[in-house]
Nanobody, 120 residues
Framework: QVRLVESGGGLVQAGGSLRLSCGAS????????MGWYRQTPGKQRELIAR???????DYLDSVKGRFTISRDNAKNMVHLQMNRLKPEDTAVYYC??????????????WGQGIRVTVSS
């Protein structure tokens, strides 16, 4: 079992920045991939950024160049630096850890979610 706890959300004006953090226990290395998802009312949760154990990253097109995901293995933390925020970035953001069980199976762990509101 992996427990994930997010922090750092809040209210920011358009064009501003926020940094989300996610602490993983007992260890960030208990999962193969760490990611950030977001969800707005009536829509499915979407993957916006992901980072592997080797530091390889993947981003949703709409956040490329604005958001940066990083990991600190020593502190069991994953961060999402969000710059040039837009009102459409307003959502509840979730930290995700994915453990690859087999070529066709994986297990997901989720944080409780944290709200980000970008005012225009």
């Amino acid at each position: 079992q992996v427990r994930l706890v997010e922090s750092g959300g809040g209210l920011v004006q358009a064009g501003g920045s926020l940094r989300l953090s996610c602490g993983a226990s007992p260890s960030i290395n208990a999962v193969d991939l760490m990611g950030w998802y977001r969800q707005t009312p009536g829509k499915q949760r979407e993957l916006i950024a992901r980072i592997g154990k080797g530091g390889d990253t993947d981003y949703l097109d709409s956040v490329k160049g604005r958001f940066t995901i990083s990991r600190d293995n020593a502190k069991n933390m994953v961060h999402l630096q969000m710059n040039r925020l837009k009102p459409e970035d307003t959502a509840v953001y979730y930290c995700n850890g994915r453990r690859i069980v087999s070529s066709v199976s994986s297990r997901d762990y989720w944080g409780q979610g944290i709200r980000v509101t970008v005012s225009s």
